[in-house]
């Protein structure tokens, strides 16, 4: 069995419940919270608002820019609330990632859970601090700042 890891974040974001889930919950601002290098392209034709059971298929080149198909079965739905998406396939041996939305004073808090494991066994664990770990830590810092961006932050 692969090592599992953990990367939990949350944002608080000056915005309606509703809000939340009419933007996170729409998989085509996906595109939009993911940095550019990533190359992330949806191939499949989602519907406006998420459901469980929908299956996501997109592109997205993690490593040498090298193109690799990601699918992703949404489950857990929980409207507004929250709702899990689980690589079905994909670069991670696996991948589980709740999204929890919680009404704060001012706001929302979006919270991000996210388990996952590497392929390779040995070498994953080896490449994860060096390689993994950083880009994930990454990905989630560019989020951060577009919603700031986008929604601005809770004075």
Aim: charged fraction near 20%.
């Amino acid at each position: 069995m692969n090592r599992k890891y953990n990367l939990e974040q949350f944002q608080d974001l000056p915005i309606t419940l509703e809000e939340a889930w009419a933007f996170f919950s729409n998989p085509k601002n996906l595109a939009r919270i993911t940095p550019p290098s990533l190359g992330f392209v949806i191939t499949s034709q989602p519907p406006e608002d998420i459901i469980d059971g929908l299956t996501i298929t997109y592109t997205v080149k993690p490593l040498l820019g090298i193109p690799m198909k990601w699918v992703s079965l949404i489950s857990d739905v929980q409207k507004p609330d929250q709702f899990v998406d689980q690589q079905i396939t994909g670069p991670y041996a696996y991948w589980h990632h709740l999204h929890r939305f919680t009404k704060i004073l001012g706001g929302v808090r979006a919270e991000d859970v996210v388990t996952y494991s590497l392929p390779m066994g040995l070498l994953g664990e080896l490449v994860h601090p060096l390689l993994v770990a950083p880009r994930l830590k990454a990905i989630f810092d560019f989020r951060r700042t577009v919603l700031i961006n986008h929604f601005g932050e809770i004075e």
